[in-house]
């Protein structure tokens, strides 16, 4: 009889790497038979390792008492091998011995010498790779079957390569070509890599941001699976992509020369940015032009940033320098367009802009006492730019004007110039040219001593006035009407008789408001009593429970408009918009969007003159009269747009606020 033998294996084995070669030896025992062989074959994946089985096939009666095998392997692909006992061995009661050694993993499976290894599998090996190994060969030598000679068992295969299942993933950058880590190596190109499925590893960038050249760089925004900048990803198990997100960026160099300065400070700007470019003239200077990525004179300029830039602006003494419009004009003040008083977010063009000069001095002292040598130029202070003069007083220097500017914008203040201090200069106003083609009549009703309604347009819609007086307006002066026979007859100008889009506008002072169940006009075509249709109407009314409202409407049967509640106090100015844009009729009060209905139907043409103060009807007198006053009266044959309401009223209603007003320079004559 022979005793069970076992094998001491040193602690440290499980962790150490090996590598693979199975031997089969005998061991001493009673023969039992001959002819047996020894075969090994792939079990099962798990994860990062993989089972192998050692199966024995002996014919009966030959089946051996014990076996010992070697399996050989590289060590450095290797963590760790264990093998367990199999179910026919297991069956059989064997124990199972094993001894670890470089490269090399020795077992024994023995039992009492009168009981056989049965045939099938008789050990399970599993392999474990080492991090970032997918395959390695595992050979199966030195095979013996238990007997008193140790006659040998032969191979069925001398081994097989152990390959674990892996996923191509790819890790890159958009764009492409920056620097990256996947589990603490660096890259600057994208990798692919061969990853087992459940594996956890470490994508990072690590450098943001990254150069790109000489005024370029790239900032990390994100990783395209939402992960931190640094974070562990788990292998899938599908062929997956990770992309690290960089925002490319480009320098924007801007300065200024002496007299001025420029914004917005040199930076970097995201590619594809709008940027706006701004410059203010010290006093006693002028923005003479942009050069480099912005050229010209227009200011602010807006420069779409698609590359490393470099903008500069430049100024000269406004004492006689080459840029001053005339050598004939002494004097000169910048006025500055205060950008916070522009609403929206994109500028306003030939934007009339009221210059109201309570008092000034220097006008006074060195204008014409009739004004005519006044002039306005853009930022330049070359280009003259149209204007109108509504009241110029002489002893004050008091100027109340209009300028057609080129360019108002709501995120950079807009320079212009006032010229002045010419004895032999005759009028330098363009009055008609300061309202774009789109205004049909403008009529800003006089000095407030006199009432004059004169359109301002090259239309020639001028009013006339029927019992209506002059009163101090909003802006300057306004029209006073009594509610009882005052109105003003603005004509059936064909510009006028507005059948689609259309913007209406007043400044209105109620007085009284109208009786119980009446409307008051205030600036309208009319109701045309052989039709019983009334065209476009800003309206006062009173409804039979005494409620106040406003209303912009047109009647072709039936009414469509929209109507607001009228809660303005009474004696108190307020400016009043209604726009038809070809799906909506809107009403604005002070500026503000307040009502408005969505309906298609433009507006009709009674017929009827277009009338202030009250209801015209087709040569039958003026009815629904209005008690209070109006002011800077105007119809454009477009609508409006939100933003260029709001700026008229932050422009009318607070002049100060809009502009300020430089110091005055002298040419040096």
């Given at each position: 009889?022979?005793?069970?033998?076992h094998?001491d294996?040193?602690?440290?084995?499980?962790?150490?790497?090996?590598?693979?070669?199975?031997?089969?030896?005998?061991?001493?025992?009673?023969?039992?038979?001959?002819?047996?062989?020894?075969?090994?074959?792939f079990?099962?994946?798990?994860?990062?390792?993989?089972?192998?089985?050692l199966?024995?096939?002996?014919?009966?009666?030959?089946?051996?008492?014990?076996?010992?095998?070697?399996?050989?392997?590289?060590?450095?692909?290797?963590?760790?091998?264990t093998?367990?006992?199999?179910?026919?061995?297991?069956?059989?009661?064997?124990?199972?011995?094993?001894?670890?050694?470089?490269?090399?993993?020795?077992?024994?499976?023995?039992?009492?010498?009168?009981?056989?290894?049965?045939?099938?599998?008789?050990?399970?090996?599993?392999?474990?790779?080492a991090?970032?190994?997918?395959?390695?060969?595992?050979?199966?030598?030195?095979?013996?079957?238990?007997?008193?000679?140790?006659?040998?068992?032969?191979?069925?295969?001398?081994?097989?390569?152990?390959?674990?299942?892996?996923?191509p993933?790819?890790?890159?950058?958009?764009?492409?070509?920056?620097?990256?880590?996947v589990?603490?190596?660096?890259?600057?190109?994208?990798?692919?890599?061969?990853?087992?499925?459940?594996?956890?590893?470490?994508?990072?960038?690590?450098?943001?941001?990254?150069?790109?050249?000489?005024?370029?760089?790239?900032?990390?925004?994100?990783w395209s699976?939402g992960?931190?900048?640094?974070?562990?990803v788990?292998?899938?198990?599908?062929?997956?992509t990770?992309?690290?997100?960089?925002?490319?960026?480009?320098?924007?160099?801007?300065?200024?020369?002496?007299?001025?300065?420029?914004?917005?400070?040199?930076?970097?700007?995201n590619?594809?940015?709008?940027?706006?470019?701004?410059a203010?003239?010290?006093?006693?200077?002028?923005?003479?032009?942009?050069?480099?990525?912005?050229?010209?004179?227009?200011?602010?300029?807006?420069?779409?940033?698609?590359?490393?830039?470099?903008?500069?602006?430049?100024?000269?003494?406004?004492?006689?320098g080459?840029?001053?419009?005339?050598?004939?004009?002494?004097?000169?003040?910048?006025?500055?367009?205060?950008?916070?008083?522009?609403?929206?977010?994109?500028?306003?063009?030939?934007?009339?802009?009221?210059?109201?000069?309570?008092?000034?001095?220097?006008?006074?002292?060195?204008?014409?006492?009739?004004?005519?040598?006044?002039?306005?130029?853009?930022?330049?202070?070359?280009n003259?730019?149209?204007?109108?003069?509504?009241?110029?007083?002489?002893?004050?220097?008091?100027?109340?004007?209009?300028?057609?500017v080129?360019?108002?914008?709501?995120v950079?203040?807009?320079?212009?110039?006032?010229?002045?201090g010419?004895p032999?200069?005759?009028?330098?106003?363009?009055?008609?040219?300061?309202?774009?083609?789109?205004?049909?009549?403008?009529?800003?009703?006089?000095?407030?001593?006199?009432?004059?309604?004169?359109?301002?347009t090259?239309?020639?819609?001028?009013?006339?006035?029927?019992?209506?007086?002059?009163a101090a307006?909003?802006?300057?002066?306004?029209?006073?009407?009594?509610?009882?026979?005052?109105?003003?007859?603005?004509?059936?100008?064909?510009?006028?008789?507005?059948?689609?889009?259309?913007?209406?506008?007043?400044?209105?002072?109620?007085?009284?408001?109208?009786?119980?169940?009446?409307?008051?006009?205030?600036?309208?075509?009319?109701?045309?009593?052989?039709?019983?249709?009334?065209?476009?109407?800003?309206?006062?009314?009173?409804?039979?429970?005494?409620?106040?409202?406003?209303?912009?409407a047109?009647?072709?049967?039936?009414?469509?408009?929209?109507?607001?509640?009228?809660?303005?106090?009474?004696?108190?100015?307020?400016?009043?918009?209604?726009?038809f844009?070809?799906?909506?009729?809107r009403?604005?009060?002070?500026?503000?969007?307040?009502g408005?209905?969505?309906?298609?139907?433009?507006p009709?043409?009674?017929?009827?003159?277009?009338?202030?103060?009250?209801?015209?009807?087709?040569?039958?007198?003026?009815?629904?009269?209005?008690?209070?006053?109006?002011?800077?009266?105007?119809?454009?044959?477009?609508?409006?747009s939100?933003?260029?309401?709001?700026?008229?009223?932050?422009?009318?209603?607070?002049?100060?606020?809009?502009?300020?007003?430089?110091?005055?320079?002298?040419?040096?004559?």
């Amino acid at each position: 009889m022979h005793a069970d033998v076992h094998w001491d294996m040193p602690p440290s084995f499980l962790v150490r790497a090996f590598s693979l070669v199975v031997i089969l030896i005998a061991f001493c025992g009673p023969v039992l038979g001959q002819g047996g062989s020894l075969a090994l074959s792939f079990g099962a994946s798990q994860g990062s390792s993989v089972t192998l089985n050692l199966s024995l096939t002996s014919p009966a009666g030959g089946e051996p008492a014990g076996i010992q095998w070697t399996l050989t392997y590289a060590p450095s692909n290797v963590v760790s091998i264990t093998a367990s006992a199999g179910a026919s061995a297991t069956a059989a009661s064997k124990s199972i011995s094993c001894n670890a050694g470089t490269g090399s993993y020795a077992c024994l499976i023995a039992g009492p010498n009168s009981t056989a290894i049965q045939n099938g599998v008789v050990a399970v090996v599993t392999v474990t790779l080492a991090p970032g190994v997918t395959g390695v060969a595992v050979e199966v030598t030195n095979t013996l079957g238990a007997s008193p000679n140790g006659t040998a068992l032969p191979i069925s295969g001398a081994g097989v390569t152990v390959t674990l299942a892996t996923v191509p993933i790819t890790v890159t950058t958009s764009p492409s070509g920056l620097a990256f880590t996947v589990d603490g190596t660096s890259y600057a190109a994208s990798q692919i890599f061969q990853w087992i499925p459940g594996t956890n590893h470490m994508i990072a960038v690590t450098t943001s941001p990254q150069s790109g050249g000489t005024g370029i760089q790239d900032l990390y925004a994100s990783w395209s699976d939402g992960g931190a900048q640094s974070h562990s990803v788990t292998a899938p198990s599908s062929a997956t992509t990770y992309t690290a997100d960089f925002t490319t960026q480009f320098f924007l160099t801007t300065s200024a020369g002496s007299g001025g300065t420029i914004s917005p400070a040199s930076e970097w700007v995201n590619s594809g940015a709008s940027v706006p470019i701004g410059a203010t003239a010290n006093s006693g200077y002028q923005f003479t032009g942009f050069t480099g990525a912005v050229t010209g004179t227009t200011n602010p300029a807006s420069l779409m940033v698609n590359a490393p830039a470099a903008v500069t602006a430049s100024f000269s003494s406004s004492s006689g320098g080459s840029n001053w419009y005339s050598a004939s004009w002494s004097y000169q003040k910048a006025i500055t367009i205060n950008h916070a008083e522009v609403s929206g977010s994109s500028n306003l063009t030939d934007f009339p802009a009221l210059i109201s000069l309570a008092a000034d001095p220097d006008l006074a002292a060195h204008a014409q006492s009739s004004g005519n040598d006044i002039l306005f130029t853009d930022a330049s202070g070359i280009n003259k730019l149209n204007h109108e003069i509504e009241t110029y007083n002489t002893t004050s220097g008091q100027l109340i004007a209009w300028v057609q500017v080129p360019s108002v914008s709501p995120v950079a203040d807009t320079v212009i110039y006032m010229y002045y201090g010419n004895p032999s200069a005759v009028s330098q106003q363009s009055r008609t040219l300061v309202w774009d083609a789109n205004y049909q009549g403008v009529w800003h009703l006089g000095n407030g001593v006199t009432l004059n309604a004169t359109d301002s347009t090259s239309n020639a819609n001028n009013g006339v006035s029927s019992n209506a007086s002059a009163a101090a307006g909003e802006i300057g002066g306004g029209a006073s009407f009594n509610g009882g026979n005052a109105s003003v007859d603005l004509g059936g100008g064909s510009g006028l008789r507005i059948t689609g889009p259309i913007t209406a506008e007043a400044w209105i002072n109620v007085t009284v408001w109208p009786a119980n169940g009446y409307p008051a006009g205030l600036l309208g075509m009319g109701y045309s009593y052989a039709s019983g249709w009334t065209g476009w109407m800003l309206e006062a009314v009173t409804d039979n429970g005494g409620n106040h409202y406003l209303s912009w409407a047109s009647n072709n049967g039936a009414p469509h408009g929209v109507t607001i509640p009228g809660t303005l106090a009474t004696g108190a100015w307020h400016h009043l918009a209604g726009v038809f844009d070809g799906s909506a009729w809107r009403m604005y009060l002070d500026g503000a969007a307040n009502g408005s209905s969505a309906d298609g139907t433009a507006p009709v043409n009674t017929g009827d003159d277009v009338v202030a103060g009250g209801l015209s009807t087709n040569g039958f007198g003026t009815i629904f009269l209005f008690n209070g006053l109006l002011d800077e009266l105007r119809v454009s044959n477009t609508a409006r747009s939100s933003d260029w309401i709001a700026t008229e009223y932050h422009n009318q209603s607070s002049p100060g606020h809009f502009v300020s007003v430089g110091s005055a320079q002298s040419s040096g004559k």
